[in-house]
T-cell receptor, first 117, second 113 residues
Framework: GAVVSQHPSWVICKSGTSVKIECRSL??????MFWYRQFPKQSLMLMAT?????????EQGVEKDKFLINHASLTLSTLTVTSAHPEDSSFYIC?????????????FGPGTRLTVL | AQTVTQSQPEMSVQEAETVTLSCTYD???????LFWYKQPPSRQMILVIR??????QNATENRFSVNFQKAAKSFSLKISDSQLGDAAMYFC??????????FGQGTRLTINP
């Protein structure tokens, strides 16, 4: 299957700082990327959907000014957690798909664990 | 709105035995996709099996098979000859059109040696 990478795999930051997480599709072009948040022992919660070259569409309740998403190319999307606070600590997962393909499948990155002190 | 329900928060099975994980969903669409994903302790999401709703034949991938009951909106996953490496969280998911994946709450599967 297609490969999606995330960087970093884990990050610890101080409260009030900003953190950027990268999501890359390594062997395919991702027309659409998704960002999820997962709390321990819970399911994935979709935060936003981003299409290459367009503004991201945020799910209800997700602060767009806090979670900045950029999808400037067909292989890279970034999630920036601005002015992070301890309650932002979580596991963040991205996924990607190519809408031009007939295969209706999302390919997931390995996730990034964010800890805000 | 489409919803996916997994009514079994936890399941356990003896190694080499068979276990079935349940999933029901709600939709008014007729053409959609259903998936089972596995999330092991590494937390990497792994696609286990997929089913297109227009196909009547149940999907099978080696030891994994599904029982897709479209009228009942049921999509259970059967794991045969369970192995220790099957221990993980399993998520049922629904997908329609160019929309987002809708996940169930997950079922934690434990394999007893």
């Amino acid at each position: 299957g297609a490969v999606v990478s995330q960087h970093p795999s884990w990050v610890i930051c101080k409260s009030g700082t900003s953190v950027k997480i990268e999501c890359r599709s390594l062997d395919f072009q991702a027309t659409t990327m998704f960002w999820y948040r997962q709390f321990p022992k819970q399911s994935l919660m979709l935060m936003a959907t981003s299409n290459e070259g367009s503004k991201a569409t945020y799910e209800q309740g997700v602060e767009k000014d806090k979670f900045l998403i950029n999808h400037a190319s067909l292989t890279l999307s970034t999630l920036t957690v601005t002015s992070a606070h301890p309650e932002d600590s979580s596991f963040y997962i991205c996924s990607a798909r190519d809408l031009r393909l007939a295969v209706n499948e999302q390919f997931f990155g390995p996730g990034t664990r964010l800890t805000v002190l | 709105a489409q919803t996916v329900t997994q009514s079994q928060p936890e399941m356990s099975v003896q190694e080499a035995e068979t276990v079935t994980l349940s999933c029901t969903y709600d939709t008014s669409e007729s053409d959609y996709y259903l998936f089972w994903y596995k999330q092991p302790p590494s937390r990497q999401m792994i696609l286990v099996i997929r089913q297109e709703a227009y196909k009547q034949q149940n999907a099978t991938e080696n030891r994994f098979s599904v029982n897709f009951q479209k009228a009942a909106k049921s999509f259970s996953l059967k794991i045969s000859d369970s192995q220790l490496g099957d221990a993980a969280m399993y998520f049922c998911a629904y997908y329609w059109g160019a929309q987002k994946l809708v996940f169930g709450q997950g079922t934690r599967l434990t394999i007893n040696p």
